[in-house]
């Protein structure tokens, strides 16, 4: 291929692409195909409304839609519509374990602090930037 443009690696990319596709098997297969008791307990608020087959739906859209922004190369919008894509499931879940801690399942509180402390890294990691081409960096000895 002569004439290709290489493209250095990006750790943000690779993030979401990442972390999109383990959303999207958290969703197809650990809460679809096979929820854990304590997921389905903690979130027993929410599954009076919504099912809990469509929250597992949720995860496995907001994963791809990370995964696809991380395919994206040099378009910092999309790649922010993907840092939210994997933000709001988790921060979702911390909330709603939140809610079951204080209330009928006390238990919960281990995974509200899990899901928002999640939440808050993704976060972070949106606004980190990645480190310059190798030719570009300080050399130091």
């Known amino acids: 291929m002569r004439g290709a443009v290489r493209r250095p690696r ?8 990442t972390i999109g596709a383990g959303w999207m098997g958290y969703g197809g297969i650990g809460i679809i195909g096979n929820p854990r008791y304590g997921t389905s307990r903690g979130l027993a608020h929410i599954t009076q409304y919504v099912p809990l087959n469509w929250l597992g739906a949720m995860w496995v859209v907001f994963g791809a839609v990370a995964v696809l922004a991380g395919l994206v190369v040099a378009c910092p919008r999309i790649q922010a519509a993907g840092f939210v894509a994997l933000a ?14 204080v209330g009928s399942f006390p238990q919960a509180a281990g995974g509200a602090c899990g899901w928002a402390a999640f939440a808050i890294g993704i976060y972070w ?7 310059p081409p190798s030719h570009l960096r300080k050399r130091y000895r």
């Open 10 to 17: 990006s750790s943000r990319r690779a993030f979401l692409v």
């Open 88 to 101: 709001v499931p988790a921060a979702f879940w911390g909330a709603a374990f939140a809610s079951s801690a």
């Open 125 to 131: 990691v949106s606004g980190m930037e990645d480190p």
